[in-house]
């Protein structure tokens, strides 16, 4: 779960962090990463791994139609238009029973296998996981070191600079948005192999806010802080089982120590713990 | 030669005719000051020119292309550049990212090109660095490259922008006050920097409230006022001018 959580926060860093587009319907590429790669080991009956490649193509093909119209649009209209396309990527899930079977979900899906080798027990998925999140890890890497990388920065510094400079603006947010669909539907197949399951409800605008929140948590504007923010936030609700509280309260009271961190996190680092842009 | 015509360029805010059928024609290299009082309509007109504004009606030609109605990188493209009034540096980058960012048409910017012909951005990224080095030492920023922006004075920033627009390798420089905020002896290395600029073959059009600056660099000058043009010649002509006296400095 942490590499699954850690693609899709270095996708969100894209965007956020170095584009500043926050975006709030990264978990809808996540859910049409899940589904296309599913989809395709069950109905078309092919390997994991070329599903995978598949379903990055078709997410980022998906994910044009609404950037297109809506990068064009200034900061504000762009949120809208991200939260109206989560919710409609959802509602789709959820009523084309004859595709997604809609609330009953997907279940039975094949756990990933290449020459004859199965990653089917605990530890063999999480090298899976870990070997594909650090394949986007140098991705990532190599696309925002270079000019690329520069333009997008100086986009989220100052747009109407940039474009006197010669940039062109939409085409490079619509490129970063793009890529970014493309790199959470990784997460979005790598989640459909482990779980074996998948249904709408973890593919909603919660999870969206979740994805943001980590990379809010960790950091944007480099690669640390993602990763950071991966850890804080599915570790430490786990960490914290072990503070040997009674069984009665120890739920409520995990969930307050949680708040208060964030908390004290937003007050006194506003950045993220490893951050170096601060979103406003 | 002319480098840029406008012809009855006109832009209204509500009621207010900001530009109103201005038509001027910018010669070819040298350095054109646009003077006039507040609200002329001076930065409005660079911000038509640059594509940040749509005209109301008239059109505009830089090197015998249309302009209007291009957007904003287009034009850059075209080779226009601008040097806004409050500088705008990329604040967070460093000095030499700012002049990097400076390229025009880099294969670098396109992710295809990062991922598929590695060689040819990484070429040309090479080319960038040296140019860029060029351009920082030129304006007197050496040692700086690795700063973030933010850390420069004001006037250093105005220095940076300056770098980064030669960098852009731009035909017109549209400079927006390059003295204001900067201090008497910069103002100095400033003025020298835009003549060398101008030796060079570029055109620069600036515009300007300190007069003893348009005196001393400008070839011509416009004189502004409501949004018409309504005085034009050599510098000391136009600062004669009766009209000119009575609307600006008040004699």
């Known amino acids: ?280 | 030669m002319y480098i840029m015509k406008l012809h009855n360029v006109t832009r209204a805010f509500g009621g207010l005719r900001a530009v109103d059928e201005v038509s001027i024609e910018f010669s070819s290299g040298g350095i054109t000051g646009l003077i006039g009082p507040n609200g002329a309509g001076k930065t409005t007109l660079f911000n038509l020119i640059s594509g940040l504004l749509k005209l109301d009606c008239g059109e505009i030609y830089f090197d015998n292309i249309r302009v209007d109605g291009l957007t904003p990188w287009e034009i850059a493209k075209l080779g226009i550049g601008r040097l806004f009034q409050d500088v705008r540096v990329f604040k967070k980058l460093s000095v030499l990212d700012n002049v990097l960012l400076a390229k025009l048409q880099h294969p670098g910017e396109s992710p295809l090109s990062v991922l598929f012909s590695t060689r040819r951005v990484t070429n040309a990224e090479k080319e960038n660095l040296g140019e860029a080095h060029k351009w920082v030492k030129f304006v007197g920023l050496s040692g700086k490259e690795n700063s973030p922006a933010e850390s420069l004075s004001f006037g250093q920033q105005k220095l940076l922008a300056i770098a980064r627009l030669l960098a852009g390798g731009y035909k017109l420089l549209l400079l927006d006050e390059p003295s204001a905020g900067v201090n008497p002896a910069m103002i100095k290395s400033l003025l020298e920097l835009m003549k060398k600029i101008a030796d060079a073959g570029r055109t620069i059009i600036f515009i300007e409230h300190n007069m003893t600056v348009v005196l001393e660099i400008a070839n011509w000058v416009f004189f502004l006022n409501e949004g018409r043009v309504i005085s034009f010649g050599r510098p000391d002509d136009v600062l004669g001018n009766d009209e000119v006296r009575k609307a600006y400095l008040g004699v």
């Open chain 1, 1 to 280: 779960m942490i590499f699954i959580y850690g693609i899709l926060a270095l996708s969100m860093n894209l965007l956020a962090g170095y584009t500043g587009l926050l975006s709030l319907c990264q978990a809808a590429f996540y859910g049409i990463g899940a589904y296309s790669t599913t989809l395709l080991m069950i109905k078309v009956g092919i390997n994991f791994f070329p599903a995978l490649v598949c379903g990055i193509f078709i997410t980022s093909f998906i994910s044009l139609f609404i950037a297109y119209p809506s990068l064009r649009l200034r900061g504000d209209y762009f949120i809208l238009a991200a939260i109206g396309f989560q919710l409609i990527v959802f509602s789709i899930l959820y009523n084309c029973v004859w595709l997604t079977r809609g609330p009953y979900g997907i279940p039975g899906i094949p756990r990933p296998s290449a020459f004859g080798f199965q990653f089917d027990s605990l530890p063999r998925y999480f090298l899976l996981g870990g070997f594909i999140f650090f394949l986007v890890l140098l991705f990532t890497r190599a696309i925002l070191r270079s000019p690329f990388g520069r333009a997008l920065k100086a986009i989220r510094e100052d747009e109407l600079t940039a474009g006197v400079m010669g940039k062109n603006v939409p085409a490079l947010k619509i490129w970063a948005f793009v890529i970014g669909a493309g790199i959470a539907s990784v997460s979005g197949a790598l989640y459909a192999g482990y779980v074996t399951y998948i249904d709408p409800t973890s593919f909603t605008l919660d999870e969206s806010i979740f994805i943001i929140a980590i990379v809010l948590v960790g950091g944007s504007g480099n690669l640390k802080g993602p990763i950071v923010g991966t850890f804080f936030m599915l570790i430490l609700p786990e960490a914290l089982r072990f503070l040997g509280l009674p069984v009665t309260i120890a739920p409520n009271v995990r969930q307050m120590i949680y708040g208060l961190l964030l908390i004290l996190l937003m007050r006194y680092r506003p950045q993220g713990i490893a951050g170096e842009y601060r979103f406003e």
